[in-house]
């Protein structure tokens, strides 16, 4: 079975959320005989057209991008050739362009959708584009949504439920080696003492402005691993007064896995729908630490349960943040059985592995090799 997965950007060129996602999946469906490639958008498409982890990272040529999609004329025939050899075509929403592609390629093999997120912050734009997004929508085979609080708090995958099945994304393990002890020895350096930790692009919806006045007010010391466009903007703020704030940007893996193992707990305080499930979360839970998120509708409370595997607290309330924090900080021995129950929460929902087998089933249903499942979860 070949797989065509396709999104506005991939590996070498990003390698976030979504991209690790296509890339668990590439890789962990590989055992059960699926060979997967990836289309995408480059500026550099000839140079960015290479192998990857046993799949092929294929490059359309990007050229321009506007509200946060980019265009190609190129990919309009990169997909038809690529499509033509797969047995499955898999999208991953939300990219408009990808839609045009498809209602224009006429594909005639099975399709599915992972819908990792609504469109939150294009309002205007979206009035326009719904027409095209429904239609595309309901011309595919099947839609999985990442998890059933976003299945049931999104308005649009409301409208497609009879076809949306729940997949939750999923890492592995075997990715996130624990760091060695030079690297851990180089970081309790840096930060001899007790601190909680954010990870993520630091773009508006991440929240972490209301860290930083939790953290001024709590007085607690917080690591920050990212960068992004509003970096220089929240550095800035911290300069003002919350000197416990560590801004230390984007690190390799083998940093931020270090700063996973040595922090007290994840505090992930994104306030809107844009954050969609929270793969930092997974992180957190795979290593055994208790998280500390908002209550948005989406995945971050499929990940976290509120007084079981971290706290859940409303979003842009600075005050029930700060006292969340204080919890986790003062009470550790609730924080290490929350961390525990985070680890048993990372098994028994979260590993590629399960992932990977309930795409593998997927797909097997839509070539019509095993009959179609209603629930996945």
């Not at 997967?36 to 040529?61: C, I, N, Q, W």
């Not at 729940?166 to 393990?173: N, R, T, Y």
């Not at 953290?215 to 992004?228: C, D, F, K, Q, T």
Request: contains cysteine.
């Amino acid at each position: 079975m070949r797989v065509l997965h396709f999104f506005k950007t991939y590996w070498p060129d990003t390698f976030g959320g979504v991209e690790r996602t296509i890339h668990a999946i590439a890789k962990g469906t590989a055992k059960y005989g699926v060979e997967s490639d990836v289309l995408s958008l480059s500026k550099k498409p000839s140079e960015h057209s290479v192998e990857f982890d046993g799949h092929m990272a294929h490059k359309a040529r990007l050229d321009f991008e506007f509200a946060s999609t980019g265009f190609s004329r190129e990919v309009f025939g990169r997909f038809r050739e690529l499509s033509s050899r797969a047995d499955i075509v898999h999208y991953h929403f939300p990219w408009p362009v990808m839609d045009i592609v498809h209602l224009a390629a006429h594909t005639d093999k099975p399709t599915v959708v992972t819908y990792h997120s609504d469109i939150v912050k294009q309002k205007v734009l979206l009035q326009f584009y719904k027409p095209l997004m429904s239609r595309f929508l309901k011309s595919v085979d099947s839609i999985v949504a990442t998890s059933p609080n976003y299945l049931a708090s999104s308005d649009v995958l409301k409208r497609f439920e009879s076809k949306t099945t729940v997949i939750p994304l999923g890492l592995d393990e075997a990715d996130y080696p624990r760091a060695d002890e030079a690297t851990r020895a180089r970081w309790r350096n840096r930060f001899p003492d007790r601190f909680l930790l954010f990870v993520g692009v630091l773009r508006y919806y991440k929240g972490v402005h209301i860290l930083l006045e939790a953290a001024r007010r709590n007085g607690l010391s917080v690591v920050v691993v990212g960068s992004g466009p509003m970096e220089a903007e929240l550095k800035q703020s911290a300069e003002q007064g919350v000197h416990n704030v560590h801004f230390v940007g984007a690190l390799p893996d083998p940093d931020k896995i270090a700063l996973l193992e040595l922090c007290e707990a994840l505090v992930f305080p994104s306030p809107l729908r844009s954050e969609a499930f929270g793969l930092s979360l997974v992180e957190a839970a795979m290593f055994g630490k208790p998280m500390i998120s908002c209550e948005i509708g989406t995945g971050t409370s499929f990940v976290n349960l509120n007084n079981e595997t971290g706290f859940v607290v409303p979003p842009n309330d600075i005050d029930a943040l700060s006292e969340a924090m204080k919890r986790i900080w003062q009470d550790r021995e609730k924080a290490i059985a929350m961390g525990a129950a985070a680890r048993d929460r990372y098994l028994s929902h979260f590993t590629a592995e399960k992932m990977c087998l309930a795409y593998y089933g997927l797909y097997r249903e839509l070539a019509g090799e095993l009959p179609i499942q209603s629930e996945r979860v």
